[in-house]
């Protein structure tokens, strides 16, 4: 089975640009979460979907949004971009959300 | 409140040394999932264990074991015999579960492991 993957790797974008970044998950599974990752704060939870429902979503502005396609990809959106939302987005799928949830690589997003 | 205190920032060890990676964890809830995950500098998080809050059996992997004990909220992991590829950072993760059967995964700060030859 193939893993999570997340497209683009690297994006390098500058204040006030939006991003949007992709999330295919593992076949089959139907949960996609994000995550973000940086130096000062950690992992911290973003959002999840499931079957095109947003079903929870963490601490973050709502220049944070996503969405999840029939096809259970992901994408989620990031815009009027700030110098802070630098960081590593990783995305996680599981069958339901219940199961250990499998990550992808990553995107790097920088913000100069 | 749930929290993951992974007070270990960086450890330094010589290969064939073992090692232990200490979690302590806070949840109110009686259900509930710890987790283990390693960081190679590629960036992804791979899944080493989940163990739930009803056993509390000790695992071996190969040259892995987690030792959890409820008595403690502790969650460590130990590596014997280290090797120079398990050089990365390993996080401890809590899951919550909301009703739906979702779970979000609360994460320590993580603790960068480095294995010297």
């Known amino acids: 089975k193939a893993g999570v993957t997340q497209t683009p790797r690297y994006l390098i974008k500058t204040r006030g640009q939006q991003v949007t970044l992709s999330c295919s998950p593992i076949s089959g599974h139907r949960s996609v979460s994000w995550y973000q990752q940086t130096p000062g704060q950690g992992l911290q939870f973003l959002f999840e979907?499931?079957?095109?429902?947003?079903?929870n979503k963490g601490n973050f502005p709502g220049r944070f949004s996503g969405r999840q396609f029939s096809n259970s990809r992901s994408e989620m959106n990031v815009s009027t971009l700030e110098l802070g939302d630098s960081a590593l987005y990783l995305c996680?799928?599981?069958?339901?959300?219940?199961?250990?949830?499998?990550f992808g690589d990553g995107t790097r997003l920088s913000i100069l | 409140a749930q929290k993951v205190t992974q007070a270990q920032t960086e450890i330094s060890v010589v290969e064939k040394e073992d090692v232990t990676l200490d979690c302590v964890y806070e949840?109110?809830?009686?259900?509930?999932?710890l987790f283990w995950y390693k960081q190679p500098p590629s960036g992804e998080l791979v899944f080493l264990i989940r163990r739930n809050s009803f056993d509390e059996q000790n695992e071996i992997s190969g040259r892995y074991s987690w030792n959890f004990q409820k008595s403690t909220s502790s969650f460590n992991f130990t590596i014997t015999a280290s090797q120079v590829v398990d050089s990365a950072v390993y996080f401890c993760a809590l899951s919550v579960t909301f009703s739906g059967g979702y779970n979000k995964l609360i994460f320590g700060a993580g603790t960068r492991l480095a294995v010297h030859p």
């Open positions: 979907y499931f079957s095109e429902t947003q079903r």
């Open positions: 996680a799928s599981s069958e339901t959300g219940a199961q250990p949830q499998h």
């Open positions: 949840t109110r809830d009686t259900t509930y999932y």
